[in-house]
């Protein structure tokens, strides 16, 4: 069973940028496809970007195209997301969740991944 824990919330003024890390403890993490998700305050999870086991495939979610950028380093047991441009909107905790998968691709639905990270709180302020 992986174990995820995540890294490099904190606050940051509009406009900032942060990186957030996920480290994988598993010997197979190139099996998993990863992905991070939010959750703001009286909102439910939201998918905000994954990225397939190999890492050549990607998706994100639309509000954040263009700002956030998703890798993975399989040597590392490691996975980042990039933030730039942030907006108070942004505000949420992030997890970083794994799902092992027999196909390359990046999901996005969270009710597939069966593995989270604890959080990681990224604070916006305008």
């Known amino acids: 069973q992986v174990q995820l824990v995540e890294s490099g919330g904190g606050l940051v003024q509009a406009g900032g940028s942060l990186r957030l890390s996920c480290a994988a403890s598993?010997?197979?993490?190139?099996?998993?496809?990863m992905g991070w998700f939010r959750q703001a305050p009286g909102k439910v999870r939201m998918f905000v970007a994954s990225?397939?086991?190999?890492?050549?495939?990607?998706a994100y979610e639309d509000s954040v195209k263009g700002r956030f950028t998703i890798s993975r380093d399989n040597a590392k047991n490691m996975v980042y997301l990039h933030m730039n441009s942030l907006k108070p909107e942004d505000t949420a905790i992030y997890y970083c969740?794994?799902?092992?998968?027999?196909?390359?691709?990046?999901?996005?639905?969270?009710?597939?991944?069966?593995?989270w990270g604890q959080g990681t709180q990224v604070t916006v302020s305008p």
């Open positions: 990225i397939s086991r190999s890492g050549n495939n990607i």
């Open positions: 969740a794994a799902d092992f998968r027999l196909s390359d691709t990046a999901g996005t639905d969270k009710n597939t991944y069966d593995t």
């Open positions: 598993t010997r197979t993490f190139s099996r998993y496809g």
